[in-house]
């Protein structure tokens, strides 16, 4: 564990510039020897016809305690050197981004499975209530049974003992 990687996440109602999340990241993280990140934007087209909107709500502070939980699960299991989550609350549109995930680390291995990891506990575990709008009406978004599939790839040892 590298305790003293930085985990930086910000949720705000403000959109945000992932060039330039990504252009301070590399500056602040230069030396390390991979960077990894994952972009999610707002889609064009889902099961109800084209989008139109995706309202994003959140506990504010319980959501951000608990992501820092799962940035801290993350620099637990990989030798991280920093980490950066954003992620958008409020009214988005088609290619708005939502949420931005880099992880820097001496080896890519490291950086591609931490953002990986994260996504994952975001997409079934982060605290987020998401309604989609589309030409056929709202509908709210739950994880999918891939997604708490994909987040099964990474039991952790307490993860074991709970189910005893």
Do not use: C
């Not at 305790?3 to 403000?14: K, Q």
């Not at 064009?44 to 016809?49: D, F, H, L, P, Q």
């Not at 989550?85 to 708005?96: C, E, M, T, Y």
């Not at 995930?101 to 987020?128: C, G, I, N, Q, S």
């Amino acid at each position: 564990m590298n305790a003293s990687a930085p985990a930086t996440v910000l949720i705000s109602p403000e959109p945000f510039d992932p060039d330039e999340e990504m252009r301070v990241f590399r500056r602040r993280y230069g030396n390390a020897g991979a960077i990894a990140s994952f972009l999610g934007q707002v889609r064009g087209e889902a099961e109800g016809g084209a989008v139109t909107s995706l309202r994003l709500d959140h506990y504010p502070g319980f959501a951000e305690r608990m992501i820092e939980d799962f940035a801290g699960r993350a620099k637990a299991r990989w030798p991280l050197i920093g980490l950066r989550i954003v992620h958008r609350v409020g009214a988005l549109h088609p290619g708005d981004p939502i949420v931005l995930v880099a992880a820097a680390a001496a080896h890519r291995r490291a950086a591609f499975e931490a953002v990986d990891f994260l996504m994952d506990y975001l997409k079934t575990e982060a605290p987020f209530w998401k309604q989609e709008t589309t030409s056929a009406g709202a509908r709210w978004i739950e994880p999918r049974a891939g997604d708490y599939a994909d987040r099964g790839r990474w039991r952790e040892p307490t993860d074991e003992k709970r189910e005893q």
